[in-house]
């Protein structure tokens, strides 16, 4: 690499993270070397690449490049079953959230109507002016979480 492509010692203004030069700083200095923005070359045919495989990086010419099933290039059946892998563990992941958060707007529901029955419970036998607006106030708001998980749980699916 030729020595006036080398990032300089930064002094003053201008540090970036944690006192580094920020990344645009090499490609600004890149601007003056028209040379160096070549194409990007094959990895298999050293011809220009047209793709980029979407699982492991390489650059894939027109020869190589093919869709995988869901429409993204590949440069082999290993990275579309890599890509494919990805999808399914994806979906599963997706699925077991819906299932969460149906099961959290039951318990919610659950746990609102148990508090109310407290609160009613505490009318009956405790006359505790705190305790009874405590449960049906924690009743209303397991009742609004309830029905907030409701609507995510509706929309999802």
């Not at 094959?42 to 995988?68: R, Y």
């Not at 979480?145 to 699916?157: D, M, P, V």
């Amino acid at each position: 690499m030729c020595a006036s492509l080398l990032p300089r010692p930064h002094r003053g203004r201008g540090l970036g993270v944690r006192g580094r030069r920020p990344i645009l700083y090499f490609f600004f200095n890149l601007r003056h070397h028209s040379g160096i923005f070549s194409s990007v070359k094959c990895t298999t045919h050293n011809a220009e690449a047209v793709a980029v495989c979407s699982w492991c990086g390489k650059a894939l010419c027109s020869v190589c490049a093919k869709p995988s099933a869901s429409q993204r290039m590949v440069c082999s059946d290993t990275c579309a079953a890599a890509l494919d892998r990805q999808a399914k563990a994806m979906d599963m992941v997706l699925q077991k959230s819906l299932q969460s958060t149906r099961a959290n707007t039951f318990y919610y529901f659950l746990c609102a109507a148990l508090t109310a029955a407290g609160g009613v419970g505490a009318w009956y036998y405790l006359p505790s002016p705190f305790l009874i607006w405590f449960c049906f106030g924690a009743a209303a708001v397991f009742i609004a979480s309830g029905l907030w998980y409701l609507r995510i749980a509706r929309k999802s699916s």
